[in-house]
Every structure is written in structure tokens, then in C-alpha cells.
């Protein structure tokens, strides 16, 4: 928290401006981020954050001949990342070897506004400019559901798969007022409901929990965030409450759910970005009780896999392995996770040098390769701060001068 310094370092090796980015769900220190310079990039963020800047990916991904404003990655697999251009197509890639395995390019006609892929990450749904959502059985390269002018107004629309697999929308309407409607996957015919809220022209940016079945709705340039339960039983969606502050947001991130204090009951949190500062806001449900609650806090998605890339890409479909927030998230099982995630993203270096003795090495040398790197991250912390040490004594020389003429 505060206020950062000028010369804090960034992940920088874009040769344009990123348009979107996201965590990889199964490595915290894993993202991948698309940009307008038509490439894909995944980092490998160290361990206790960054300590100089990082222009190295640990792979590229290239493929799209526009750029690319989508990234999502695959909710249950392993190494499976989609991405989405202006060129209109999805590539869906297996990261651990660089490989674009699906590529959907005449299925859309215009921009794509956004993917979500569904709870088992065996369909993805998306919404188009031409105001159609479709459902796409995306290793069959098909599409299983379609829904013209889902939400009349010409405006951007969401669309977001729920757990039980109906589809929640947002879009404007014929009068530009703001709408959230839910549709049945087996009759996208008409819509199970439709909310009007208000005449705002800021998209709204669905956020959703399907451990509570709660979903967010953050309009850009708003400066509330609306919030809704989803049931099973009509009207489906329930309008809760508004949180509302003075300042308009310009983004909205979002914090898993592993990520949250169960102490504190907070159930979720986002990340509000303004101009010139982000500010966590967080959702709190009170209770006197100092227990866990349970109904707050059933199973949820835990950092494992259920399956490898090349399983999905076979075929294969894994439901999230659950994990319980009883004693808080601790990332105790993430660390061994990271180290098989990291060496087969580092595999994928090795596969291109041919030479397989020089393929070997790295395998068998990897903890003394692990404590060079960590000595070398130690070193350029001890590096970073005596600099700031003798750039703090060179301005406390100068302000001791001003003193003095002052004194004088």
C-alpha cells in the first residue's frame, strides 16, 4: 500500500500497450497477458514479487495477426490458455510447448467483446459485436447454441457461464437502458429473465462466485458495484444490495476466492482502479461468531489441475478439484505445485535446443540452478537497496544544504 516509486519495476516486454491479462488459476506466480502488438506472453513472476523489471517471457505465443484483447485460461486444465483478437479468431494453445492447438476463425463476423469458459472448461461462450452469443464446443471446433441480438442495443456485451451451465448476460437495451438477462443453454429461444436497471452507458463487467451464486456487476465509469443471487427457482435473479462510493471506476479486478480472510468473513474482493490509484474494496458478511461458516465458504476451486493439457486436447473433461477454506487458504501444497508447473514451462526451453545431452543437465543440476537463482535474487535485493541507501544520503546532503542557507 502507498504510494510506489518512480522507478519500481514493471514486467515490461511488450512492444505495445497490454490489453488484458490473467493469473494462471493453477501457479500463483504464473500470468499470461495479451497486447496490440499481436502477441501472447506468459511470465514467470519470482517468488516474493519482482526485484527488477522483467522483459524475458517464458514463452511467446504468436499467432493472431491483430491484437489481442482476450485471455482466459482454462479453469481445470493444465497449460491450456485461450486468447481472442481483433482479427476475430480464438486460438486456444498448450503452453508448456508453445503449440496452437484450436484455431475458431470464421465463427465470428466481428469483434469478439469477451470468452468464458464453462465450469469444466468444455464449452466457451462468447459475445460478438453482431449482438449474437454463442455456445462453442471449442475442440470440435462447433457451435452448440446461438442467440441473435441476445440484448438489442448496439452497445458491448457480456456473457459469463453460471455453475449450472445457464448463461448470464449484460447489455443494453433498444432505449439504451443497462440489462442483465439469464439463458437456458437448451433454449436460447428466450431469455429466463430480463432486469432493467438503469439509462448509464457504461458496460457492465459481470464478476461471479459460484460457490455462493452471487454475481457482481461493476460498470465502467460507475461508481457503484450492484450485486444479485442467482436461484434455481423464478425470478432466478435476486437483486441484493449497492455498494456506492464517491470515485467512478475505471477497472475492476478481482481477488479468487482462496485469496480472501475467512476469518473476517469477507466473501469477496475486488481491486478498483482510478486514476491515479487502485483500491481494494471488500465484501464482508457480518457475523458475531468467531466459528468458520460453512455457508459462506463451501469447497471451492483449489490450485490443482484435474487434468493435463494433452488430456483435454484428447478429449478428456475434469470438474474443479475442490478444496475446504476451514483452516484458511494455505499454499503450503502450491509450492511442490509450482516447481512441476515451472518445470514444464522450462521444458519447453529445453525441447528447443536439440542438443538432448544439453537437455539433460538442466534436470539433474535443478536445486543448485534453484539456490544460484535465489542467491542471485538475494544479491540484486542487497544491490537494489544500497542504491537507495546512497540515493537517500545524497538527498539528505542536499536538504542539509538547504538548511544551512535557510539557518543563515
Known amino acids: 500500500s502507498g504510494r510506489i516509486d518512480k522507478s519500481y519495476p514493471t514486467v515490461c ?44 517471457p517464458v514463452v511467446a505465443l504468436e499467432g493472431h495477426s491483430k491484437r ?41 463476423p466481428d469483434v469478439i467483446y469477451n470468452v468464458c469458459w464453462n465450469r469444466n472448461g468444455s464449452l466457451i461462450c462468447t459475445s460478438c459485436k453482431d449482438k449474437a452469443i454463442r455456445v462453442i464446443d471449442p475442440r470440435k471446433e462447433s457451435i452448440v447454441a446461438e442467440k441473435e441480438k441476445a440484448h438489442e442495443g448496439a452497445r458491448p456485451m457480456r456473457a459469463i457461464f453460471l455453475s449450472d451451465g445457464n448463461i448470464l448476460t449484460t447489455g443494453f437495451s433498444r432505449m439504451s437502458e443497462r440489462q442483465l438477462a439469464l439463458w ?5 429461444e428466450e431469455p429466463m429473465t430480463v432486469n432493467e436497471m438503469d439509462t448509464s452507458n457504461g458496460v457492465l463487467l459481470p464478476f461471479y ?36 462510493t464517491k470515485e467512478p471506476q475505471r477497472g475492476m479486478g478481482y481477488m479468487p476466492k482462496r485469496g480472501l480472510d475467512v476469518n473476517k468473513c469477507e466473501i469477496a474482493r475486488f481491486y478498483k482502479l482510478h486514476e491515479r ?54 499454499p503450503g501444497k502450491n509450492r511442490e505445485f509450482k516447481v512441476v508447473k515451472k518445470n514444464i514451462l522450462d521444458s519447453k ?36 537497496l544500497k542504491d537507495l541507501i546512497s540515493s537517500q544520503e545524497k538527498r539528505i546532503i542536499k536538504l542539509e544544504e538547504q538548511m544551512s542557507k535557510v539557518a543563515i
Open 13 to 56: 516486454g511488450h512492444t505495445g500497450p497490454v490489453l488484458d491479462i490473467d493469473w494462471c488459476p493453477h501457479n500463483d506466480q504464473v500470468i499470461a497477458s495479451g497486447s496490440e502488438d499481436c502477441t501472447v506472453m506468459v511470465w514467470q513472476i519470482p517468488e516474493n514479487g519482482l526485484v527488477s523489471s522483467m522483459s524475458e
Open 68 to 108: 489481442v484483447g482476450i485471455i482466459t485460461w482454462h479453469p481445470t486444465a493444465r497449460n491450456v490458455l485461450l486468447s481472442a483478437g481483433c482479427d476475430n479468431q480464438i486460438i486456444i494453445w498448450n503452453v508448456a510447448t508453445g503449440e496452437a492447438m484450436i484455431s475458431l476463425e470464421d465463427m465470428h
Open 184 to 188: 437456458n443453454l437448451q433454449n436460447m
Open 209 to 244: 462466485d459460484p460457490d455462493t451464486n452471487v454475481v457482481y456487476l461493476c460498470g465502467k465509469g460507475d461508481s457503484s458495484i450492484r450485486y444479485f443471487e442467482i436461484t434455481d427457482e423464478a425470478p432466478y435473479v435476486h437483486f441484493l444490495n449497492t455498494f456506492v
Open 277 to 330: 490509484k487502485c483500491e481494494p474494496i471488500v465484501m464482508t458478511v457480518p457475523r458475531k461468531s468467531d466459528l468458520f461458516q460453512d455457508d459462506l465458504y463451501p469447497d471451492t476451486a483449489g490450485p490443482d489441475s484435474a487434468l493435463e493439457a494433452e488430456e483435454w486436447f484428447e478429449g478428456k473433461n475434469g470438474d474443479p478439484i475442490l478444496i475446504s477454506l476451514k483452516n484458511g487458504y494455505v
Open 349 to 384: 526451453v529445453n525441447k528447443k535446443t536439440e542438443n538432448s545431452s544439453s537437455a539433460n543437465k538442466p534436470a539433474s543440476s535443478t536445486p543448485s540452478i534453484k539456490s544460484e537463482a535465489k542467491m542471485e535474487e538475494i544479491l540484486k535485493e542487497i544491490k537494489s
